[in-house]
C-alpha cells in the first residue's frame, strides 16, 4: 500500500535549520508530486510547497520563499525538506502529501505521512 | 492569490442531524476542490475530491457539491465520530491553499 513515512520530532534553536524526511513506498516514487504542509499548535493548514520527484523542480509558498529548500533522492525514494532561519513562529507538525501524478500536479493530497513536530526554543 | 474562506468556523449539533458546512474561493476554480477530515490528534484524511466524488471508504452520510467559487460539504446524519475540524483546499494551481477549517462538535 501506499505509505508515506517521515522522520522524527526535531528541537531547534532560533536561527538554526532543520531537515526533514518523507520516506515514499509503495508506488513508482517519481511519478507523482509531493507537497509539504505544516500546521502549527491549535492552528489551521499551510501551503509550504510542491516538489517534483522526477526532475527535482519545486515551487514554494511565496512566504517561505528564500528558507525552504525541498529536495529528493530518487535511489532511496525519500523527499526533503529544509528549512533555515528558524523562529518560534515555525514550531509545527510538517506533514508530506502525495499529489497529483506526472501526467499534471492537479491533484488532491493523498495519503500524508504521519507527520513530523518541529519545536523551535531556546 | 486566491483566497479560501470557510462558515461556521466553529459548530455544535446533535447526533443525528444534517450538517452543512461552505466553502468559498474568491476566483473560480471549476471543481478543483478537496474537503478533508482532520480528527483531534491525527492526520488529515481526504474525504472529497473533484467537490462532489466521494473518496473510497468514506460513509455515504458525506456529501459535496458546489462549482466555481461556492461550494458546500454536507453530513446528512451526523455521527459521533464525525467530530473533527474540515477543511476545504483549492488543487487547480499553486498555492495549494487551504480553507480556515470548520470545527465540529457533537451538542
Known amino acids: 500500500q501506499v505509505q508515506l513515512v517521515q522522520s522524527g520530532a526535531e528541537v531547534k534553536k532560533p536561527g538554526a535549520s532543520v531537515k526533514v524526511s518523507c520516506k515514499a513506498s509503495?508506488?513508482?516514487?517519481?511519478?507523482?508530486?509531493m507537497h509539504w504542509v505544516r500546521q502549527a499548535p491549535g492552528q489551521g493548514l499551510e501551503w509550504m510547497g510542491i516538489i517534483d520527484p522526477s526532475g527535482g523542480s519545486t515551487s514554494y509558498a511565496q512566504m517561505l520563499q528564500g528558507r525552504v529548500t525541498m529536495t529528493r533522492d530518487t535511489s532511496t525514494t525519500t523527499v526533503y525538506m529544509e528549512l533555515s532561519s528558524l523562529t518560534s513562529d515555525d514550531t509545527a507538525v510538517y506533514y508530506c502529501?502525495?499529489?497529483?501524478?506526472?501526467?499534471?500536479?492537479?491533484?488532491?493530497?493523498?495519503?500524508w505521512g504521519q507527520g513530523t513536530l518541529v519545536t523551535v526554543s531556546s | 492569490d486566491i483566497q479560501m474562506t470557510q462558515s461556521p468556523s466553529s459548530l455544535s449539533a446533535s447526533v443525528g442531524d444534517r450538517v452543512t458546512i461552505t466553502c468559498r474561493a474568491s476566483q473560480g476554480i471549476s471543481n478543483y476542490l478537496a474537503w478533508y477530515q482532520q480528527k483531534p490528534g491525527r492526520v488529515p484524511n481526504v474525504l472529497i475530491y473533484a467537490a462532489s466524488t466521494l473518496q473510497s471508504g468514506v460513509p455515504s452520510r458525506f456529501s459535496g457539491s458546489g462549482s466555481g467559487t461556492d461550494f458546500t460539504l454536507t453530513i446528512s446524519s451526523l455521527q459521533p465520530e464525525d467530530v473533527a475540524t474540515y477543511y476545504c483546499q483549492k488543487y487547480n494551481s499553486a498555492p495549494f491553499t487551504f480553507g480556515p477549517g470548520t470545527k465540529v462538535d457533537i451538542k
Open positions: 502529501a502525495r499529489g497529483g501524478s506526472y501526467r499534471s500536479f492537479i491533484s488532491w493530497f493523498d495519503p
Open positions: 509503495g508506488y513508482t516514487f517519481i511519478r507523482y508530486y
